[in-house]
């Protein structure tokens, strides 16, 4: 049997999982019996179109998805984002559900004003030092050094030092919204 039939079941189990289904749920979902599915999954029944199109419809999937033999190409090729002084490089794909950057923060010329979004953040420093303004607390992290906060507290992030901070941050949905969107003809490569 070819590799790619063999890799429909556990990319059919997977999917299933993915949605938080149980065998029964999808196959009483597809109108087949939960042994026939299992079988499907443990590769033990050959795939059929007859048996893979109402699947695949229950789990809003193509054909495809389950029989693609070309790995994927892992790179991140996103452009750099340059905002107000910082260099933002994406190092997540478009639509991850992980938000992740490395930031470079410039060193600045006066402290930038404590914001509050809804967001959570997460950050590493890499090289330099931050400054990191959380409600009363004002703080300077060093390489190595990591913190994480909700951002519905009043906040500021900045270089420290006089030489720019490098730094790793993971945002939620929210988060990486206030921190990367730029107007259109704002955003350049």
Excluded: C
């Amino acid at each position: 049997m070819p590799e790619e039939l063999q890799l429909i079941g556990p990319r059919l189990r997977a999917v299933r999982h993915s949605r938080g289904w149980t065998l029964e749920e999808l196959a009483r979902r597809a109108g087949m019996s939960t042994s026939t599915l299992s079988r499907l999954e443990s590769g033990k029944r050959q795939a059929s179109l007859e048996l893979l199109v109402p699947l695949t419809r229950q789990l809003g999937i193509r054909l495809d998805d389950l029989v693609q033999t070309e790995t994927p190409d892992p790179r991140v090729r996103r452009p750099v984002i340059h905002r107000d002084g910082l260099v933002i490089t994406p190092l997540a794909p478009e639509g991850s559900p992980v938000h992740t950057y490395r930031i470079t923060y410039p060193p600045p010329t006066s402290l930038p004003e404590p914001r509050i979004h809804d967001g959570y953040e997460w950050l590493y420093v890499l090289a330099g030092k931050l400054r990191l303004i959380l409600g009363e607390r004002d703080l300077v992290l060093g390489r190595g050094e990591a913190a994480e906060f909700d951002t519905r507290i009043p906040h500021s992030v900045s270089a420290a030092g006089g030489k720019p901070a490098q730094v790793l941050s993971i945002f939620n949905d929210a988060g990486a919204r206030m921190h990367t969107y730029t107007a259109p003809d704002a955003e350049s490569a």
